[in-house]
């Protein structure tokens, strides 16, 4: 059974720094790896997707990886402004019949100026 | 495009009461998808149509929840009767291609039920 982990739940920065948000599958037959972004009161938009033949995908400051072999994926954020303060999420989606996403719980990320 | 148009935003219920949440996907969009999002549990699927059929609805966590997709541009998720436990954030989505293709899913802005 997949699993998804999010570390760290929570991360504070000042502005400007670049950082690292992790995440982590169990289950390496996946079909693709998707990281989203939540604002407070919203709903989620989807930042980038990883199929599973792809080593990474950049849009912007946002870089994600993919390691299948070793089961983890880290979403790259260049020059950390306020506006990125969210709670970023990722999510495997399984190979084969039985396609669904399966969620971590989100990384909730706060930007300080 | 308008996006994902869910209703009603925020819906206050007493326990025993039915509730049903709606949405819209988006237009030309054939896959549509109801989640339930919680601190505890984050988000977890309930049930999704593709071509307005039910495709799987293991996700749905028991006999008082339903939901239908009457035609491509509306589908309802109803609770009857609601309790507490099901108080919760409830996002509609909707994608494009057959099933859960693996294309870029849109989130509409959630429906915030509280069951008293």
């Known amino acids: 059974k997949q699993e998804v982990t999010q570390i760290p739940a929570a991360l504070s920065v000042p502005e400007g720094e670049n950082l690292v948000l992790n995440c982590s599958f169990t289950?390496?037959?996946?079909?693709?790896l998707q990281w989203f972004r939540q604002d407070p009161g919203k709903g989620l938009t989807s930042l980038l997707l990883?199929?599973?033949s792809q080593r990474e995908q950049t849009s912007g400051r946002l870089n994600a990886s993919l390691d299948k072999s070793s089961g983890r994926s880290t979403l790259y954020i260049a020059a950390s402004q306020p506006g990125d303060s969210a709670t970023y999420l990722c999510?495997?989606?399984?190979?084969?019949?039985?396609?669904?996403?399966?969620w971590g719980l989100g990384t909730s990320l706060a930007v300080n100026p | 495009d308008a996006g994902v148009i869910q209703s009603p935003r925020h819906e206050v219920t007493e326990m025993g009461q039915e509730v049903t949440l709606r949405c819209k996907p988006i237009?030309?969009?054939?896959?549509l998808f109801w989640y339930r999002q919680t601190m505890m549990r984050g988000l977890e699927l309930l049930i999704y149509?593709?071509?307005?059929?039910?495709?799987?609805d293991s996700g749905m966590p028991e006999d008082r929840f339903s939901a239908k997709m009457p035609n491509a541009s509306f589908s309802t998720l109803k609770i009857q009767p609601s309790e507490p436990r099901d108080s919760a954030v409830y996002f509609c989505?909707?994608?494009?291609?057959?099933?859960?293709?693996?294309?870029?899913?849109?989130f509409g802005e959630g429906s915030w039920l509280t069951v008293v």
């Open positions: 989505a909707s994608s494009t291609g057959q099933g859960i293709s693996g294309n870029t899913i849109y």
């Open positions: 237009s030309g969009h054939n896959s």
């Open positions: 149509f593709n071509n307005n059929v039910p495709i799987d």
């Open positions: 289950d390496s037959a996946i079909y693709n």
């Open positions: 990883i199929q599973s």
């Open positions: 999510a495997a989606q399984n190979a084969g019949n039985n396609r669904k996403l399966i």
